[in-house]
């Protein structure tokens, strides 16, 4: 691989994704403002962050193939983000009990060297199953999801909070859509496998 590659995230789990390829990577910190634009929906909204954290490196990799990647949770417009405590995981988790959420996530390898930004959106559907009070209570406690969008980790216990999951790949959802990836990265000549 001739260009660096760098994932513009501080987020563990998409490093921990990105760790699956086994392509060599750098870590960088995005540092962008997270607050939608006037009548933004949240899909642009996923997208335009998406490209804005991955040109945020972009000066200091000038070089590089850069990996920008962000998640809106939605359900009739309203988006759902990451609660940050107890108290609004709860809350998060009554409001989506029942409910199919757009976990929508946005996906941009940029080259730093060309300036072109491959720019995609991966939805997926997640239903969750009607949840009590003491199933929300009892979830939390044993994993605290308080930094992730929708308040639940699929990949971890908060797959029994759900009824079903539809979606191109099940990666997206955790927060990096490696399928798109790959594809992005092989058509900047990076080979995979």
Do not use: W
């Amino acid at each position: 691989m001739s260009q660096k590659l760098i994932l513009a995230s501080t987020s563990p789990y998409r490093r921990e994704l990105l760790n699956r390829l086994g392509l060599p990577f750098e870590v960088a910190n995005p540092q962008t403002d997270e607050t939608p634009l006037p009548a933004e929906s949240p899909e642009a909204l996923s997208l335009r962050l998406s490209e804005a954290k991955a040109r945020a490196v972009a000066d200091t990799y000038p070089d590089a193939l850069i990996i920008g990647s962000d998640q809106v949770a939605t359900v009739d417009g309203k988006i759902y983000g990451k609660p940050g405590n107890h108290e609004r995981a709860v809350e998060q988790l009554h409001q989506l009990s029942g409910k199919t959420v757009n976990f929508f996530t946005g996906l941009c390898l940029f080259n730093g060297r060309t300036g072109h930004a491959d720019v995609r959106g991966i939805p997926t559907l997640v239903t969750f199953r009607e949840l009590s009070r003491s199933e929300i209570e009892n979830y939390l406690r044993r994993e605290p999801a308080y930094n992730c969008a929708g308040s639940a980790k699929s990949e971890g216990l908060g797959i029994a909070l759900l009824s079903s999951m539809r979606g191109d790949d099940p990666n997206a959802l955790v927060g990096l859509p490696l399928i798109a990836l790959c594809d992005m990265l092989r058509h900047q000549g990076v080979a995979v496998l």
